[in-house]
Nanobody
Framework: QVQPVESGGGHVQAGGSMRLSCVVS????????LGWFRQAPGKEREFVAT????????KLADSVKGRFTISSDNAKNTGYLQMDSLKPEDTAVYYC?????????????????WGQGTQVTVSA
C-alpha cells in the first residue's frame, strides 16, 4: 500500500521560509510523481505543485510561483516543498499526494494516495 507521510510544518512569520518533506512508502512504478495541495479553513483543497519522478518536470500554481520550489530525491522516495517569502494567505494544511498517472496532474481526483497533512501557519 502506497502511503505518503508529510513532515516539516509549523509556525513562521510572514516573509519567512519553511520546507516540507513527503516520504512515500510502497511507491510503485505506475506512479508518475508527487503533488502538493493545501486546504485553508472553509476553502476547498487546492493544487500547489507537482513533480514527475522520472523527468523531474515541475509545475506550480500561479499563486506560489517564484516563492515555492518542488523537488524530489528518487533514491529516498521523498519529495520536498521549499516555501520562501511566506504570506499569511499561505496558511493551510498542506497535503502530499501520489499515485497519479500523468504529468501534470492538477486535480485531487488524479491522486489515489494521500498523506494526513501538516499544518503551516504564517503570521503577519
Amino acid at each position: 500500500q502506497v502511503q505518503p507521510v508529510e513532515s516539516g510544518g509549523g509556525h513562521v512569520q510572514a516573509g519567512g521560509s519553511m520546507r516540507l518533506s513527503c516520504v512515500v512508502s510502497g511507491r510503485t512504478r505506475s506512479s508518475n510523481g508527487l503533488g502538493w495541495f493545501r486546504q485553508a479553513p472553509g476553502k476547498e483543497r487546492e493544487f500547489v505543485a507537482t513533480i514527475s519522478w522520472t523527468s523531474g518536470r515541475t509545475k506550480l500554481a500561479d499563486s506560489v510561483k517564484g516563492r515555492f520550489t518542488i523537488s524530489s530525491d528518487n533514491a529516498k522516495n521523498t519529495g520536498y516543498l521549499q516555501m520562501d517569502s511566506l504570506k499569511p494567505e499561505d496558511t493551510a494544511v498542506y497535503y502530499c499526494a501520489t499515485g497519479n498517472r500523468y504529468f501534470p496532474s492538477l486535480r485531487t481526483d488524479e491522486y489515489p494516495s494521500w498523506g494526513q497533512g501538516t499544518q503551516v501557519t504564517v503570521s503577519a
